[in-house]
Every structure is written in C-alpha cells, then in structure tokens.
C-alpha cells in the first residue's frame, strides 16, 4: 500500500529515512524511561522557531512593538483610518515594504522575507497588516506580476512609495469566490484605440475593496476583457479612480462600506464605472494583450490556464494570512497563559487558592491550542518556503505552484480557524478580564474574523485541496473500472486492519484488553501517528472517488459530488492536518538541544494524538483502532497534557513576544503582584491576632 | 435500570405516558411513509415558540422594534453610553421593566413576564439589555429580595424609577466566581452603630461593575460582615456612591473599566473603599442583621445555606441570558438562511448559479443550527416556567430551588456558547458580507461573547450541574460499598448493551450488516434517542463517582475530582442536552396542526441525532452502537437535513422577527432583487444578440 500514497495525498510525504536518536531510544525503551526532567532551552528554541527569516522578522517585530505603530482600542473608525495610513507612510520610510520587489525598481527579489515580515506586523495592529497588502501585496503586486516593464516604469514608483494609494478591484457584489464569473467589463474602443470600463447592474458593483472609500488614488480593475465580440476573460487594467482633490473621476461612483466587524483601520468601499475610459495600454498585458485593431493575443492559449496564472499571485495572500495567524494564536496564548500562571480562584479546605492552569479544564482548554500552534508554526515555514522557492524562480515547475496552492488552500483555512478558536478560548479563559479592550483578545479576535473567508473562502479553498486529492487520486486509477476500484478500497480497509504496516500492530490487537501501556507505546511512535492520519485521507478520498465514478457513468456528478461536498471538505482538513504532522515532525528532527526536543516531542505527540482524538468516530467505525485503543488515545492525550503543563509557559514565552507586542494587562505580572500583595495582607493580619474569626469556628 | 435514573439525572425524567398519534404511526410504518409533503402552519408555529408569555413578548419586542431602542454600529463609547442611558429612561417610560416588583411599589409581582419581557430587549441592543439587568434584575432586585420593608419604603421606589442608577457591587478584581472569597469587609463600629466598608488590597477593588465607571449614584455593596471580631461571611449594604454633581463620596475612588469587546453601551468601572461608614440599617437585613450592640442574628443557621440564599436571585440572571442567547441565535439564522436562500454563487456548466443553501456544506452548518435552537427556545420555555413557580411562590420548596439551580446552570452555558457558534457561522456563511456592521452578525456576536464568563462562568456552572449529579447518585447508593458499585456499573455497561429496554435492539444487531433501513427506523424512535442521551449522562456519572469514591478513601479526592473534571463537565453537558430533548420532545406533544407537528419533529430528530453524531465515539468505546449503527446516525442525519432543507425558510421565519429587529440589509430581500435584476440583463443581453461570445467557442 505504500507506493499508493504519493499519488493520494497530492503533496508527496516522504518517510524520514533516518530516524533522530531520541526516536530509536523511544521506540526501544517504554514510557516510563522519557527523561521527565527535560527542560526547554528558552533562547535556543525561541530563535528555532523563528525559521529561515528570523532577522527579518526581528526587525519588523521590532517596528511592530513601536507605539506608533499600535492601534488604539475605541479609536473611531475615521481616526482609525487616517493613523494607518499614517503608519503606511512609516513603513514605506522603514523600509519595510519593498522586499519583494524587482531591484531595478528599488526592490530587493527577496519574496520569503518580505511576507514574513509583512506577517509580523498583525502584532502591530491586523488594519495595518491588510492595509499594506492591499497596497503592496495586492495594487502594486499585480503591477508588478501582471503589467510588463511599461506599466512598471509608469507605475511601480508611486505604488510602491504610496504616492498613489491604490485598490485592487476584483471582488464584485454579487462575485466573490467565483471571480471567473465577475460581470464588469471592459469592451476594446476600435474607434478611439480605448478600453470601456463599465458596470452592468448592481450585483456587478466592486466592493469590499481596501483603499475605495477614501484613499485611493487608482485601482487595478479586474474585468471580463471584451475586443471584436469575444469575451476573453479576466484581465486586469489600471484605472485612476480620484483626482488630487480625492473628489471620482468621471463616470466613477463608490460607496463606503462602512463600520465593520473589525479591521476599521482599512477603507473598505464599493466602485462602480459607466462606461469609464482608459487608453489601451492601461491593460496590465503580460498575459493577455489587444493591438491597436483590436486583435487579442496570449502567451497562453488556454483561457482556464490563463486565468489561473494571472490569479496565481494571490497565493501570496494566503501564505501571509497564514502566517499572520499563526502570530496572533502566539500572541493569544502568550496573554492566556501567563495569566493562568498567576491568577488562582477557589481553594480546597485548608489550602491556598489554586492557580487557574493547574485545573484539568484549563489545561484542556489551553494545551492542546499550544500544540496546534506549534505545529503550524512548523507547517508556514514550510510553506513560506516553499513560496519562496517558486516565486523566486529557484523551483517554479508547474508541480511545484500545484504544491504551493494546495499547502497555502490547506493551511490557511486551518489557522485562520485555529486562530479564532484559540482567541475565543484564551478570551473565556481569562475571563470577564479577558474582555476588556486592555487585554487584547477580544479585539484582535473580532480583526482576525474576516481572515476566515477573504483571500478565498476557508470552505472554498478546502474543496480545491480536494479535489487535487481526487485528480491525483484519479491519475493514478485512470485504468481501473469500478470493480478494481471497489475490491481495491475493500481491500485497502481489510489490509490496513490486518496486515498493513504500522497500523498492523493496532489491528491485531483489537482483542487485546488491558494492555494501555503498550497501546500508549504505539501510540507514541512517529510512524503509528503517521499511519493513522495517513490512511484517514486515503480512505476517505478513496471511497468519494469510487461513488463519483460511479455517478459519473448515469451522468449525476455534479449531485454526487454536492452530496460528498462535506465529506470532501473533512478530507481536506484531514490532509492538511497530515501535512502540519509532516512538517512537525521534520522540524523535530532538527532541534539539536535534547531536553527541548524531548518536550517539543511531547509537544507534536500531542498535536498528532489530538488530532486523531477528535475524529476517533472515524477510526471506530472504519476499524482502524479497537474501542481499547481508542481509550488509550484519550488516556495518552491527558499524560501529555499533564507532562506540558510544567512547560507551558517556556512553550509560550518562546514565542518571543514582549509587552510592547502583547498590550495586555494581565500578561504584565499585574496579576501576581495583586496576588503577593493579597495574601501579603493575609498573613500580616494573622501574625497580627486581629484577623477575624469566621462565624463556624466562632460557634465550635 | 429505569428506576435508578430519576436519582442518577437530578431533574426527574418523566417518558410521557401517551404517545402522539404521529408517534404510533411512525413506529409501525416505515420511513418512506412519513408525510413528506407536510408544511409548517407559519402563523401557528410562530405564535406557540413565543410560549406562555406570548403577548408579553410581543410588547417587548415592539418596543425593541422602535428606532429609539436600537444600537448605531460605530457609535464611540461616550455615545453609547449615553444613549442607552436614555433608553432605560424610556423602560421606565413604556411600564416594561417594574413587572417583577411588589404591587405595593407599583410592580405586578409577575416574574416569568419579567423576564420574558427583558430577553426580548437583546433585539435593539445587548447594552441595553444587560445595562437593565444591572438596574432592576441586580441592583433594586437585590434592595427587594435581600432587604426588609424599611429598605423597600426607602430605597425601591427611586431605584424602580431611575432616580437613582444603582450598582451591583459583587464581583472583585481577584474573585469573580469565587463570591464567598471576595475580601471588602464591612465592619460593625459598636461606638457609632457605623458600618465601616474597607477594601484592604487592590485585588478587593470591585471590578466589572455596570453603571459604576459614570451613571451609578449608589450601591448594594457586597462584603465580609464582620462583628464582635467574628466574620459571619458576605451579605449585602446599601452605600451612597455618588453625590448630585456626580463626584464620588468621600472615601470612595474608582476607575472605568474602558473599551470591552462588546456592551460598550455600559459604563463598567471599579470601586474602593477607604473605611467608607454608612448607617446600621443600610445593611439589606432580610437574612442577616446586627442590633445595635453588634450582635450577629440570622433567620438561617448554617452560614453556607445562608450565602446560597442571598445568592439564590443570581438564577434570574442566568434564566434570562439563557432566553435572552437563544433570541440572539434567532436573529443570526433567519439573517444567515434568508440571505442563503437569495444569493448565488458558482454554477455547473449551462446551468443558472446555484443557491448558497443548495450546497450541502451551507446546509450542514445552518440546519443543524436551527434544530438545536428550537430545543433551546422549549427548553428556555421549561427553565422560564420553572422560574416563575418558584419566585411567584407557587412552588417554592427546596427541591424546586435545586432543580431551577441546576436547570439554569446546565442551560445557560449550552445556549451562551451556541450564540456565539450560530452567530459565528452565520457570519461565516454570509461571507464578506456577514462582516459588514450593516449586516448586524459581526457586532452582535460581540455583545453577547461576555455572555458565556459572566452571571457564573460556563465551565463553573456545569462543575454545579455535575456536582448535583453526583450528589444524586451518591445519595441513591450512599449504603453500597464499592464493590457492588463496581459491580453494578459493570452489570450496567452489559445489560443496556444485551437487554436493557430500548438499546436491547440496538445492541441484538450488531453484526446484522445491511440494516441500514432498520437502523434508522429505530434512530427515529424517540424511545431510542433518550435511552442513547440517557445512558451517556448514567455512565458518565456512575464511573466518575466510582473512582471519586475510591480516593476518598485514600484522601486524594481533591486531587481524583481535579483528574476527572473535564469528564464532569462533559457529563453536565450531556444531561443539559437530554433536559432539552426531553423539553422539545414534551413540547412536539402539544403541537395540535400535524403538519407542523411532523416537520418540528424532524427538527427533534436532527437535534437528538446530531448531538449523538457529536459524541459518537463515546457510543462506539462504550459499546453503545456498534460501527454499522453509528454509521446510520450520520446517514440519517444526512437525511434529515436535506428534508428538512425546503423548510428551513419557514422555521427561521417563524422565529417572527421583522427588519427592524433583524437590521441586516442582506436579510431585506436586497439580494433577490440584485440576483432579479443581473439575469434580467444577462436575458435581454442574449436576446439583443450583443452578448460577446466566450472565447473558447469562438475558437471552435
């Protein structure tokens, strides 16, 4: 079963030929023989963690931890608005911005480094993070990415020093996900040599987009290109929007979109266009250009693929959103659990009052989001890596961009989710303290909602990564008939409870009552973890695969495939979980200071193990774990949390997050104070014989 | 084993000695037979989920209605503040908030209608709602319920009229939940017959308190009452705070507690005190009084029952944050499926956009939304009733107290935390545009996040839910030893799994493969579906107490109760959900059109149903349904969902909310008309022949 795998899982995981030391002594020894004392290397691991681009992100965390960069919970959303692009202005004279652009235009080429700084400034204030993207991740991106040295050398420089505030127009009303479908237009002028922008109705208004309330000065309208009665497509054209007074140019109308949710720092409004024009070479041309009769070419002859590439760039979106959110599950959980070091409440007769992480509730609450984080702080380096490596050119095959949009549409829905979840939890965690604006979390949580479905919808993009999973499903299956199919997933399932490799061990023991210890010992091997995740993605696309091909033959696919819409979308997330495994365990094998591998190790155990936990339905029903072995899961989770919980605060402090970053009051040490001065005063009033006497004992 | 449950679930369960004619006609046909063309009486079912105090609501809900009532999204604090300030003054004005109070003070003695009345008022602003709560359900009830005649003739009627914005001065910065350890102390000084309130710490400072950052000009203080050098524990003292000019008094110092994340419409603040003295009688003595030689008496000897009573009126809180979460959930889904039901988005080849509630994924998130939310609003009906007997005296023995206590505690966490995942998903559902303040989600979300910590933090209450429960079964088996307790939970896994009445039949089939068909006909038994949520919250409870029992014996109790507190609050909320099984299957009795009856009682199914899919792998390790049974469940739900798809429009609608409830514009039928109006052009773009041709074809 194993060659099967690479083609199931689209992203190839390759099994670690070697294993670390630690893996052999584990695998060898039982539980009982960890070394239980090892201790996190604070420094060692902080820097660890900040991956390939540490200084870079050094420095725009510095910026980040800046007051003037801070938002100002309660400030009003005029006054919001205008302090961000007051600290656009600040990063343009950091520096900060430019590093992904060409060198000729001031740039640096450096793409990895350029989003992980951009990813750390949600620290500063998320409506700064998304203001610059729009600006420079989005307008002055597609300059770059869709225009040709023309369009650069008219309008990269005022782009890029924020002279031109600008709007990427692409989202419509009525079209967001399905940007093929977008209803504005842009129809070739033969007569004048001139594009007409024009919005047909109202579903057809551009909306939601950064910078068109107010500032912007022009946008990049994308538009279904229209020359000699044929529809080319989506393609982007440059179109200034309002003139030095900030009053529309003719023809332009907006709206604000007004006060929102969150991010009230950015400008979001509406544009519409009748019958705006714009000279011919205003249409971004690398991929799609019209001469001056009107006659349309490509270097790409497909119109499927030509739109894919000139969207391509908006992976740089989902790289960086994923990125940004795993900085505020840090952030969160650095808050939450120094304050669940410090604050106690309630006492068991007799004894002082318990602190609030040594409840098994808020361990439970709190642990396995730390774990989570960890692992999709491994997983994002991957990614950006991987971003890196194809938008510099150094591996941009086209199998290398179908692996980077499928890890970025896995991972982003992951942690922009993980990242509510975590704020929600830490916020009720801590309390009515918790939602107070000086503590933080619950503003930066309401920021990072939208996270969720812009940049591509979480559910959206969780069907793309599906449906690789189903093309790579199919390559390999492209001969078989049904009937192969079905003996295959059959047997599949047979042979993994039986006899597959790993999973063996588990299957064979489902009788076996009583041996929690060795279920636990299998449970901590890497290659068990891996089997279990593995084998869940496999099955599952393997039966949706076998009913599609079924329904396709009576021709109710397109039903087929709605009625497996949700099983689709837990694949994908499967996947994705399997990846971030991958991508832990790959980072595990790299951390050369034993005692934190040991406990990061625990850390990753966990992760797996939770995983696994909360889908332990699954592993039932299709007889991949016993009833048994599905116990030990929860027994073993609950060892590993108690053994983190010692840790959890290096866990968190090595996010390397400093008060100017965190902005709560309650991860000041404010909490521990007020708790040494409380029971201070307790212990005078005792020692003084002035303490009052409660009324039970004044009765005995 | 039917006799042990009514000990083992603390509110007695009564399985209704008649069954509906619905109910007999299921049980003999088969599923196919089920009247799948019945419709929902609209009219019918709107008015019976307004339940007993219909016409109540429907006053309250008018006044919510009114333009003057509603929240402005983006209105600063300053703003708010005031204008909510405003809106009690027009409570008062409407007569909606004095139903409660005594006759002899111009009150109704109405309790149920009271608060019924106040849920409704989460429909203009949660601000409002809650800052109305501080006024009349905590600050003059507590001048009502904790002081005596002379209290009420001084203090009640300018609390009742606004004359006086009062406080609720429980919470301190270093105790919350913990009420008993709070540390103000209120010390009786024999020589002037003075109260001396004194906060010792800066953790004693009161803290959260609405009204007390600016409107509050007095106080029910809640404080150590200490005499004769004896601490007889917290009671409550009515102190002046404020004088005209609204400058504190002497001795008394505060801060706001500034920007929330939510109710911005409140003045939260802090309060100390600096041996601030207030006459003898501002003690609210109804339970406790001292005479003027300092000597301590109380109506209630045991100084724990006496703090439980004092605290006993904290339940109308968390009886009306439960209606007021289940009125929120309401709102967010009749927003959420109107607009999935308008707008459109991808499309299969040649066919017209497809419905956002066409897709499976947008009917699995809202559907079972909707089902669990009218559990909640008959269960909320049942705790509403429930509460009214007890406070109106008309049942008000010590078991009924228990059973309001912990019906409240089970239910308030339920309802708190599925607002906040309904408004979430919702908002998610709704995309971009369930973002935009304009479309209400975003901002009504925030408001009611606090709602899940405060009036008794979630996990805290169903600690109480479960403590009551193992007091239940403690009190059922206080003679056995532990041996027949092992015993008798053995004997209780394997008689429910062999012949236990209702799973008998589940259990017989294990390994009877391909009774898919049967397997729902018997998940579609009610029988079935409260012996499967009846047994979880059993098992649960009965091997906690067995391993409780046995560290009692070696004084680790403490220390098992900690290990085991996850699996206590899990068990809590299991028996929360069987409470609301049991409230909406008790209310499908009385549904007299069948229609509705039928439909509502998919709604029940697909309640019951997916809360055992959420626990299935409990079901599976316990050997409670076998892989084939708890593959049904989720086939079956699967199926309930998609019947009840067509209906989902009627059973948000008859939550009988109007626009100016809802205030989402996306819920105003905006979308339909913008879908109408772009595929009107897109018609008369093809009939004029001018539509451009798509590439692809052009090219053929």
Chains 1, 2 share one sequence.
């Not at 940007?179 to 001139?194: H, K, L, P, Q």
């Not at 007004?258 to 979001?268: A, R, S, T, V």
């Not at 989770?637 to 090595?654: C, F, M, S």
């Amino acid at each position: 079963m194993r060659s099967n795998r690479a083609y199931v899982v689209g992203i190839r995981h390759e099994r670690p030929h070697t294993m670390s030391i630690l893996d052999k002594v584990e695998t060898v020894n039982d539980v009982a023989t960890e070394n239980d004392a090892a201790m996190i290397d604070r420094a060692y691991l902080s820097r660890y963690l900040l991956g390939k681009w540490a200084d870079v992100r050094l420095v725009s965390r510095a910026l980040a931890g800046k007051p003037e960069m801070h938002n100002i919970p309660g400030l009003g959303m005029d006054e919001h608005r205008a302090r961000v692009l007051g600290q656009l202005k600040l990063l343009v004279e950091n520096g900060q911005v430019h590093r992904a652009f060409p060198a000729a235009y001031g740039g640096l080429d450096d793409h990895g480094g350029n989003l992980a700084a951009f990813q750390e400034l949600v620290a500063a204030d998320p409506s700064l993070q998304i203001k610059s993207g729009v600006q420079w991740g989005l307008f002055t991106a597609a300059i770059a990415h869709l225009g040709t040295k023309e369009h650069h050398d008219r309008f990269l420089p005022s782009a890029m020093s924020l002279e031109t505030p600008g709007i990427y127009a692409m989202t419509e009303t009525g079209h967001g996900s399905d940007v093929s479908s977008i209803a504005t237009t842009a129809t070739f002028d033969e007569a004048t040599g001139e594009w007409v922008i024009n919005t047909p109705f109202r579903g057809a208004w551009k909306d939601y987009l950064g910078n068109a309330a107010l500032h912007g000065k022009a946008a990049v309208v994308f538009a279904q290109l229209i020359t000699k009665g044929v529809n080319h497509g989506v393609h982007g054209f440059y179109v200034p929007i309002r003139d030095e007074n900030g009053s529309f140019l003719p023809g332009i109308g907006g709206e604000d979109d007004g006060y929102k949710g969150g991010l009230n720092g950015i400008d979001n409004g509406r544009l519409h266009f009748d019958h705006v024009r714009i000279p011919r070479n205003n249409l971004l041309n690398r991929y799609g250009d019209v001469d001056e009769n009107g006659n349309y070419t490509s270097p790409i002859a497909s119109p499927g693929r030509r739109f894919f590439t000139m969207l391509g760039t908006l992976v740089q979106g989902r790289v960086s959103l994923d990125g940004a959110c795993v900085n505020a599950s840090k952030i969160g959980l650095q808050i939450a659990v120094t304050y669940g070091n410090q604050r106690r409440q309630f006492s068991n007769p007799g004894q002082e009052e318990t602190v609030l992480l040594d409840y098994q509730r808020h361990q439970r609450r709190l642990i396995p989001l730390i774990a989570t984080t960890y692992a999709q702080t491994f997983s994002q380096e991957v990614l950006l890596e991987k971003f890196d490596a194809v938008f510099s050119g150094l591996d941009d095959s086209d199998a290398s961009r179908e692996d980077l949009e499928t890890m970025a549409a896995a991972f982003k829905p992951l942690s922009t989710w993980h990242a509510l979840k975590t704020l929600q939890d830490c916020r009720e965690a801590c309390g009515g303290q918790g939602f107070l604006a000086e503590n933080r979390l619950t503003l930066l949580r309401a920021d990072m909602d939208v996270y969720a479905t812009f940049e591509g919808d979480n559910n959206v993009l969780l069907q793309l990564v599906a449906k690789r999973l189903l093309t790579d499903y199919s390559r390999k299956f492209k001969d078989a008939d049904t009937g192969s199919l079905a003996r295959l997933v059959m047997e599949q399932v047979t042979e993994r409870a039986v006899t597959g490799s790993g999973l063996r061990r588990l299957g064979q023991n489902v009788h076996d009552l009583g041996s929690t210890a060795r279920s636990v010992k299998e449970l901590r091997d890497p290659d068990t973890q891996r089997d279990l995740l593995t084998d869940r993605v496999e099955t599952m696309i393997a039966n949706i695969a076998l009913e599609l091909r079924d329904a396709k033959k009576t021709g109710e696919e397109a039903e087929a495939f709605n009625r497996n819409q949700s099983a689709l979308i837990e694949a994908a997330i499967a996947h994705g979980h399997l990846l971030q495994w991958e991508a832990f365990t790959n980072a595990l094998d790299k951390i050369t200071d034993d005692g934190t591998r040991q406990v990061v190790t625990w850390v990753r155990d966990l992760f797996g193990l939770h995983v696994i936990e909360q889908n332990l339905s699954w592993y039932l029903i299709n007889g991949r774990l016993s009833a048994q072995r599905a116990s030990a899961v929860t027994a073993y989770v609950d060892r590993l949390i108690t053994r983190l919980r010692p840790h959890a605060q290096d866990l968190v402090d090595t996010f390397g997050y400093g008060q100017e970053h965190l902005r709560a009051e309650i991860s000041s040490g404010v909490e521990q104070e007020r708790q040494d001065e409380a029971r201070a005063y307790i212990a005078e009033l005792v020692r003084s014989g002035k303490a009052p006497i409660p009324e039970k004992s004044s009765r005995q």
